[in-house]
């Protein structure tokens, strides 16, 4: 999986969609995963929400970092898109910010 995906995932019996927050070539399938909440972000964003653009995602949509999880390969159902190269680069800002990680691409 690479980072920035958005996957088609189940999670007990939800249907959902998750983002991959981070993976690279060396560790393709043991990334975090963080939900894909299709609603606008409030006003005032909280550092745990990334805001998704149109060219993302069809709908007002945020990333939530808040409920980040280990990525579970068994738990994908299928792709079902890609961040753009702004909303990665947002996100990352968001990681580094919400879950003091550093990011490897810098």
């Known amino acids: ?9 189940v999670v007990g ?3 959902l969609r998750a983002v991959v927050v981070t993976a690279d070539r060396y560790n393709t399938e043991n990334g975090l995963v ?19 653009s149109r060219q993302d995602w069809p709908t007002a949509a945020t990333i939530d970092l808040s409920r980040t999880r280990t990525l579970d390969p068994s738990a994908v159902t299928g792709p079902a898109g890609q961040l ?15 879950l003091g990680a550093g990011d490897p691409a810098r």
Do not use: D, N
């Open 1 to 9: 999986m690479r980072r920035g995906a958005i996957l088609q995932y």
């Open 13 to 15: 019996g939800q249907r």
């Open 34 to 52: 963080a939900p894909l909440r299709e609603r606008a972000a409030p006003a005032l964003t909280p550092a745990f929400l990334v805001p998704l």
């Open 84 to 98: 753009t190269a702004e909303t990665l680069r947002l996100l990352s800002i968001a990681v580094r910010t919400y």
